[in-house]
Structure formats: C-alpha cells, structure tokens
C-alpha cells in the first residue's frame, strides 16, 4: 500500500491479514525498502468508492 499525505514521507508496506482483520491504520505499518522482492496477493485500483469493488 503507498502511505501518503499528513505530513508523512511518501513509503509503501504490505497490510497483512491476522486470520480476522487487517491493519487499520497502514502508516505505523513497517516501510518496504526499495528493491524488496514480496509475496502476495496485489490488489490494483485507481478509484476506491463505495460503487466500486465487490460487495460483500
């Protein structure tokens, strides 16, 4: 995920699922330092609304 905005440096790190529930707050979350190779599922989206995704 990028972590932006707020007066923080611009970083990525992962949200990683702890068998219920995700991180809630990505910007305490550790830094990915570039050129880390990571595992996972990617989920792409260049317009998070409420009308789009999946409901569930």
Do not use: R
């Given at each position: ?8 440096k611009?970083?990525?790190t ?5 068998g219920e ?7 305490v ?11 996972g ?6 317009k ?9």
């Amino acid at each position: 995920m990028n972590v932006y905005g707020g007066g923080v440096k611009p970083f990525f790190t992962t949200l990683k699922y702890d068998g219920e529930k995700y991180p809630l707050n990505p910007s305490v979350q550790p830094k990915i330092e570039t050129n880390t190779k990571i595992k996972g599922t990617a989920i792409i989206a260049n317009k998070l609304t409420d009308e789009n995704g999946i409901k569930y």
